[in-house]
């Protein structure tokens, strides 16, 4: 059993920072990619920032020069580091990890709950 535990969403003014943090849990044999995705109200659910095992990243235009992700392979946790938040980024923001397991070595996908970021102008 794989858990994604994400932390540090919360109520920021304009122009403000945050720092959300994700720690995978289980019986984990690697983690390839992971992630963060973010989902507006009565919007799909969007890429925000990936990296992969071997530090190499990928960022939507949206979060570009704004927000950096960063992971602790030691410690199975992926951070993403926001500046200059806009109204426009708030969301309910999702970890996601590609992570092979003890009893499953194939990569699966796995999700945490999201933590709730709000943006007020």
């Known amino acids: 059993q794989v858990q994604l535990v994400e932390s540090g969403g919360g109520v920021v003014q304009a122009g403000g920072s945050l720092r959300l943090s994700c720690a995978a849990s289980?019986?984990?044999?690697?983690?390839?990619?992971m992630g963060w995705y973010r989902q507006a109200p009565g919007k799909q659910r969007d890429l925000v920032a990936t990296?992969?095992?071997?530090?190499?990243?990928n960022y939507a235009d949206s979060g570009q020069g704004r927000f950096t992700i960063s992971r602790d392979n030691a410690k199975n946790t992926v951070y993403l580091q926001m500046a200059s938040l806009k109204p426009e980024d708030t969301a309910v923001y999702y970890c996601?990890?590609?992570?092979?397991?003890?009893?499953?070595?194939?990569?699966?996908?796995?999700w945490g709950q999201g933590t709730q970021v709000t943006v007020s102008s």
């Open positions: 996601n990890a590609l992570i092979s397991t003890l009893v499953r070595p194939a990569p699966r996908n796995y």
């Open positions: 289980g019986s984990i044999f690697s983690i390839n990619a």
């Open positions: 990296i992969r095992s071997d530090g190499s990243t």
